[in-house]
C-alpha cells in the first residue's frame, strides 16, 4: 500500500487497500471539461451525427452542437452546459 501512496501523483487520493480504484473527483472531473468531439465515417455519417446530437439535446436541453465536416466523415462537437453532463452523456451511449 505504502508504494502505491508513493507512486501516485498529489492530485490523487488513493485510500483503497484492496484495487487502488478511489480518486478524489476533482482529479477526473473539470469544470470547464463541457465539449464532447466525436467523429463519424462512412455513407451515414452524417445521419449518426445528427442522431446523437439529438439523444443530447433531448437529455441536456442546453446542450449546443456543430456537426463539421471532415475528409473522412463528419465530426460532432458537443458542448453541455456544465461538465458532469458530458460525464453522464458518455457512459449512456
Do not use: W
Amino acid at each position: 500500500m505504502k508504494a502505491i501512496r508513493d507512486a501516485q501523483s498529489d492530485a490523487i487520493n488513493d485510500t483503497c487497500t484492496y484495487c487502488g480504484s478511489f480518486v478524489d473527483v476533482g482529479a477526473v472531473i473539470e469544470a470547464d471539461d463541457t465539449e464532447l468531439k466525436v467523429h463519424f465515417a462512412g455513407d451515414d455519417a452524417h445521419a449518426q451525427a445528427e442522431a446523437l446530437a439529438q439523444r443530447a439535446v433531448s437529455r441536456f436541453d442546453k446542450t449546443q452542437f456543430a456537426i463539421n465536416p471532415q475528409a473522412d466523415g463528419v465530426e460532432l462537437v458537443l458542448t453541455f452546459d456544465v461538465s458532469v453532463e458530458k460525464m453522464i452523456f458518455q457512459l449512456s451511449i
